[in-house]
């Protein structure tokens, strides 16, 4: 291999950084059949308005359709499974241990894939809770397959302490992001020496600010995606690739 290929050039980097980020969006679980948010044909918000799905006042005004739908994609999380890209990622972690997972995204295939301590900027799936009282609910009950649509209508559970309603554990837009998550995140991002965005569109903020963060602080950036994004300008390296073609790749040149 060229040293200047640009995975080459990568793996020299990752060899020398001292601290690490591996921020991913929704893009680094498309290989496992989970739809990102903006693709044009497939993405969910092309069929969806995100006001009224993903906002605590879609969940006031319609609470069967907000907690079907997402009743629909905890379903279709539990039956996907990590892509080689989450165990090279794992993998990536165990030869630099101090590499930082940080993810916009609300389901488990990074733990599921062995990954530890990742941030969860946005939530989880799994963590539903009281809209009243904020106690978790995590033991929420799947329909059976046949009932699962994305416009399924299904009426949260109640809160056996309060019986106020249950709601997703995700973050909605307009919402602030779970504090501890986010200052962990900025501060890996200002300590880190390498951070690799992976499968995000760079438009939700505040994760969308992290890669700046970076590298005002002198980090190199590289972004792994198949197509340019608003982060692509301000990158030191872009990989056309998917994330499983991508991370899977490192792994083989950092092991040859
Ligand atoms: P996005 O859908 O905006 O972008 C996904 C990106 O992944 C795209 O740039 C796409 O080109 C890229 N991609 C597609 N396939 C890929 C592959 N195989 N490998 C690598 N990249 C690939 O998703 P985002 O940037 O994660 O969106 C921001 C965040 O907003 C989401 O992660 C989500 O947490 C949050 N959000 C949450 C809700 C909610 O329900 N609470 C709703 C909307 C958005
Ligand atoms: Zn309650």
Redesign the pocket.
């Known amino acids: 291999m060229q040293a200047n290929e640009p995975i080459a050039e990568l793996a020299q980097w990752f060899q020398s950084a001292r601290g690490m980020v591996v921020l ?5 679980s ?2 496992s059949g989970i739809p ?4 044009a044909q497939n ?3 092309s069929q969806f308005d ?1 006001e009224d ?2 906002t605590a006042q879609a969940f006031r005004q319609d609470k069967a359709l907000v907690w079907g739908w ?1 009743v629909w ?1 905890m379903a279709m999380v539990r039956a996907a499974q990590p892509h080689a ?1 989450h165990w090279a990622l794992t993998e990536l972690a165990t030869i630099k241990p101090s590499l930082s997972i940080i ?4 389901d488990d295939l990074h733990e599921r894939a062995g990954a530890k301590d990742v941030v969860h ?3 989880s799936l799994f963590a539903s809770r009281c809209f009243a009282c904020g106690r978790l609910h995590e033991d929420v009950h799947l329909p059976p397959e046949a009932a699962l649509k994305p416009s399924l209508r299904l009426m949260p559970p109640r809160c056996a302490h309060c019986d106020g309603y249950v709601r ?1 554990g ?4 307009g919402e602030l992001l779970p504090q501890l998550a986010w200052r962990k995140a900025e501060r890996c991002a200002t300590e880190c020496d390498l951070l690799i965005a ?7 903020f505040p ?2 600010s992290l890669p700046g963060i970076a590298r005002h602080r002198g980090a190199k950036v590289v972004e ?4 340019r ?1 608003p982060l692509s300008d301000q990158v030191d390296l872009s990989l056309r ?4 073609e ?1 991370l899977c790749r490192l792994v083989t040149v950092l092991k040859a």
């Open positions: 991913t969006g929704a893009g680094m498309a290989e990102t948010f903006r693709d993405g969910l918000w995100p799905l993903a997402y994609r890209g993810t916009q995204n609300v900027l946005h939530g997703p995700v973050v909605w837009f992976i499968g995000t569109s760079g438009l939700v994760a969308a792994i995606n198949p197509i994004t690739s998917t994330a499983g991508a």
